[in-house]
Nanobody, 123 residues
Framework: QVQLVESGGGLVQAGGSLRLSCAAS????????MGWFRQAPGKEREFVAA????????YYADSVKGRFTISRDNAKNTVYLQMNSLKPEDTAVYYC????????????????WGQGTQVTVSS
């Protein structure tokens, strides 16, 4: 069992930066791939980024590639999402997920999910 708690969301102007954190409970954090997803009002949840168990492999949605960076610290049971050059269209609730690599990339409902943190980018 893994519990995930996101933090770091807030209001930022376009062009600004935020860093999201996702703290995980449990001793098996390092065995999971981790991912970030987002859901804007009236839209479906979409994949943002994923990182494998040791951080050696990452994968990004085209919409955030070059602006967002996912990383993890297994000693702290935490995964991060550094978001730079933010745009109003990045406004959404951001969720972290834990699971197998395939399940995380596909956004499987079988993943462990956090409760989300709101990111609002003003123009």
């Amino acid at each position: 069992q893994v519990q995930l708690v996101e933090s770091g969301g807030g209001l930022v102007q376009a062009g600004g930066s935020l860093r999201l954190s996702c703290a995980a409970s449990g001793r098996t954090f390092s065995s999971y791939a981790m991912g970030w997803f987002r859901q804007a009002p009236g839209k479906e949840r979409e994949f943002v980024a994923a990182i494998n168990w040791n951080g050696a492999s990452t994968y990004y949605a085209d919409s955030v590639k070059g602006r967002f960076t996912i990383s993890r610290d297994n000693a702290k049971n935490t995964v991060y999402l550094q978001m730079n050059s933010l745009k109003p269209e990045d406004t959404a609730v951001y969720y972290c997920a834990a699971g197998s690599w395939r399940a995380v990339v596909l956004g499987s409902e079988g993943n462990y999910w956090g409760q989300g943190t709101q990111v609002t980018v003003s123009s």
